[in-house]
Nanobody, 122 residues
Framework: QVQLVESGGGLVQPGGSLRLSCAAS????????MGWYRQVPEKERELVAV???????NYADSVKGRFTISRDDAKNTVYLQMNSLKPEDTAVYYC????????????????WGKGTLVTVSS
């Protein structure tokens, strides 16, 4: 079993910064793509940013130039640096990781964290 634990959320003023972290633990042979999603009430969860095992990244248009995703494979951790935050960035942010559990596993499995709340308000 794999667990993803997010941290770093909180309250920040518009224009401020936050750094989210997500650490994966458990049975992990290889972490493939890792990413961040966000969700507000009554809306679907949306992709914020994703990073592949090779380091390629992709961002939602709404966060390009403000957010940066990175990963530390030695720690099985993915980060999201959020700068120039806006009130519309307020959401619960979820970590996602596609994991190969063991060398002998034939499939990769998607895991989700429980989410961390980011509130951007003055």
């Amino acid at each position: 079993q794999v667990q993803l634990v997010e941290s770093g959320g909180g309250l920040v003023q518009p224009g401020g910064s936050l750094r989210l972290s997500c650490a994966a633990s458990g049975s992990i042979f290889r972490a493939n793509a890792m990413g961040w999603y966000r969700q507000v009430p009554e809306k679907e969860r949306e992709l914020v940013a994703v990073i592949t095992s090779g380091g390629s990244t992709n961002y939602a248009d709404s966060v390009k130039g403000r957010f940066t995703i990175s990963r530390d494979d030695a720690k099985n951790t993915v980060y999201l640096q959020m700068n120039s935050l806006k009130p519309e960035d307020t959401a619960v942010y979820y970590c996602n990781a596609n994991i190969r559990p063991s060398y002998y596993a034939h499939v990769d499995i998607d895991y989700w964290g429980k989410g961390t709340l980011v509130t951007v308000s003055s």
